[in-house]
């Protein structure tokens, strides 16, 4: 049988002590409010990411770059700069900056993320492409199970879905029943980069069941919200 939740066992994940189902109420989104829409001034810039560059004044400085796997994008006449881990704020004041040394007085410039690529979301248990997705803007929970292929038809037990986020610090869970979400008798929650979606499986082999009440102590760690 496949390694089961590598990706939550990686991350530290600790479920809680208590029946799970007592955590069935909305999860609160992460700080920051979805760093995926990439429009929060305080978004911070990864590899993959493509950004809009607009200096005024200045067409050959004017272009849509990606971000590459290093971190850094490359511009005319600056050449390579340091991308990720900046806010656009900060980014457009690099670039402006290193314009005001050798090129423009007073450089006007502008970024903004075009597409944030670096935004993923781990989908892991019982679906049948386990991994790490990159976030297109908007995403619900019923669509980042999909982007895993969906369920597994042999093993999954949607009507415990959960996801686990980081929020104020203190890392969260939420279990939702996608069987009422496909047939709208229940809102499909929006997901947010860094969540981690798990589908649990159904019998004896639940997951979920095995460790709500098995870490005692440890897992009265993390609060409900």
């Given at each position: ?7 939550l ?6 479920v809680?002590?208590?029946p799970i189902?007592?955590f069935?109420a909305p ?5 920051l409010?979805?760093r995926a829409a990439?429009?929060t001034p305080?978004y911070r810039?990864?590899?993959?990411d493509t950004?809009?560059?607009n200096?005024?004044q ?9 971000v ?7 511009l005319?006449?600056?050449?390579s700069?340091?991308?990720s881990?900046?806010t656009?704020?900060e980014l ?5 900056t ?5 090129y423009?007085k007073?450089?006007?410039v502008?970024v903004?993320?075009?597409?944030a690529e670096?935004?993923k ?11 790490v997705?990159p976030l297109?803007g ?7 199970v ?8 042999k ?7 959960a996801?686990?986020?980081t929020?104020g ?6 279990v ?5 979400v496909?047939?709208?008798?229940a ?5 947010y980069?860094n969540d981690?979606?798990v589908?649990?499986?159904s019998g004896?082999?639940s997951?979920?069941q095995?460790f709500s009440?098995g ?5 009265m ?5």
């Open positions: 049988m496949r390694p089961y939740f590598p990706s066992l990686a991350a530290g994940v600790i809680f002590a208590a189902d007592a069935a999860l609160p989104p992460p700080d409010a979805s990439a429009s305080d810039i990864g590899a993959d950004l809009d560059i200096v005024l200045a067409a050959e400085l004017t272009k849509i770059v990606k590459d796997s290093g971190g850094r994008i490359l005319p006449l600056l050449g700069l340091q991308a881990g900046r656009p704020g457009s004041q690099d670039i402006a290193a314009l005001k040394k050798s423009m007073d450089p006007q502008t903004a993320v075009k597409d670096s935004q979301v781990t989908v892991d248990g019982a679906v049948n492409q386990p991994g997705y297109a908007r995403t619900t929970l019923l669509q980042a999909s982007l895993a292929r969906g369920p597994d038809t093993l999954a037990n949607i009507r415990r879905v996801i686990f986020r929020v610090g203190a890392r969260r869970s939420a939702y029943d996608l069987s009422q496909r047939t709208g008798k809102e499909d929650p929006e997901v980069g981690i979606i589908v649990d499986t004896s082999k997951f979920m095995n009440g870490f005692g102590l440890l897992g760690l993390i609060r409900p919200w």
